[in-house]
């Protein structure tokens, strides 16, 4: 088990390694504050930063931070074991969102977008709190190819999720190092390590959503044609504006602020 752990994990820190030369995701100084949701993808992310952090020839910080939204049944205690007994630097928030979401968004609707966003006020203020340069999120390829597909699919828009950008207000930088990383590799990866993982029980049972509708469609589509996912990651950062149907891509006005930098790093990849 050992050996292949070690294969799993070098593959994954290829990836972050990639991502962070492409985009220019951790600097020398940097106090990086990693989400921690309980879920594999986040556990998988503190402790490849924390492997990477071991190859690079410059020190940055990291702190995981958890927001327990209130969620009945949130095993808070598994997640504190886990990080003292790794000796991972935490700060623990709990905030009741919980029952604004479940108030507001009638039975049987997605949570998800209410959810999220009460939960990145939290975040986006807790890391000015902590002095932290960089907020780590957990999102891989597939949430970035899912959330390309729902974007067109039923918002109209191309658009994913960029690896790094600045909040609306410019405080905060987002990275995503998993970004090139599959989700496949980072399953198998959470498996041998045996994290503890900590379901999302509040919008898990609702079969309806529409990212379940678009994981299932891009496995389906790769089972028929083997590499349609590495194919739509390039297509991610090989974009054409002049054949798209934005004026404003045509006219060369400036996209919107949270995909300057994303869009900048595409460019000059």
């Not at 992310?45 to 020839?57: E, F, N, S």
């Not at 702190?63 to 997640?79: K, M, R, T, W």
């Not at 960029?162 to 599959?182: F, M, Y």
């Amino acid at each position: 088990m050992g050996s292949q752990l070690s294969q799993v994990e070098r593959v994954l820190l290829r990836g972050i390694s990639r991502a962070n030369r492409r985009f220019e995701l951790l600097e020398a100084g940097d106090r990086v504050m990693v989400c921690i949701s309980g879920g594999k993808d986040s556990w998988a992310l503190l402790h490849l930063l924390r492997a990477y952090r071991k190859l690079v020839p410059f020190a940055f910080e990291l702190i995981a931070v958890n927001l327990d939204q209130g969620h009945p049944g949130f095993a808070v205690e598994s997640l504190r074991d886990h990080l003292e007994a790794e000796g991972f630097a935490y700060h623990l928030i709990k905030r009741d969102t919980y029952s604004v979401v479940t108030e507001q968004i009638p039975e049987g609707k997605a949570y998800c977008s209410l959810c999220s966003r009460l939960r990145r006020g939290i975040l986006y203020r807790t890391a000015i709190e902590l002095g932290a340069t960089k907020i780590a999120l957990g999102h891989h390829r597939d949430d970035l190819l899912e959330t390309l597909l729902l974007n067109q699919f039923f918002a109209g828009q191309l658009k994913s999720m960029a690896p790094k950008l600045r909040s609306d207000d410019r405080r905060n930088t987002i990275i995503r190092p998993l970004c090139l990383c599959g989700e496949h590799t980072i399953i198998e990866y959470a498996e041998l390590k045996q994290f503890p993982i900590i379901p999302c029980d509040l919008c898990g049972s609702q079969d309806n959503l529409k990212r379940v509708h678009m994981r299932k469609l891009l496995a389906d589509l790769e089972r028929q044609f083997p590499g349609l996912r590495k194919n739509l990651l390039a297509a991610l950062g090989n974009v054409k504006p002049s054949h798209l149907l934005d004026d404003r891509l045509r006219a060369g006005a400036e996209p919107e602020p949270d995909n300057l930098i994303a869009l900048d790093r595409l460019h000059r990849s």
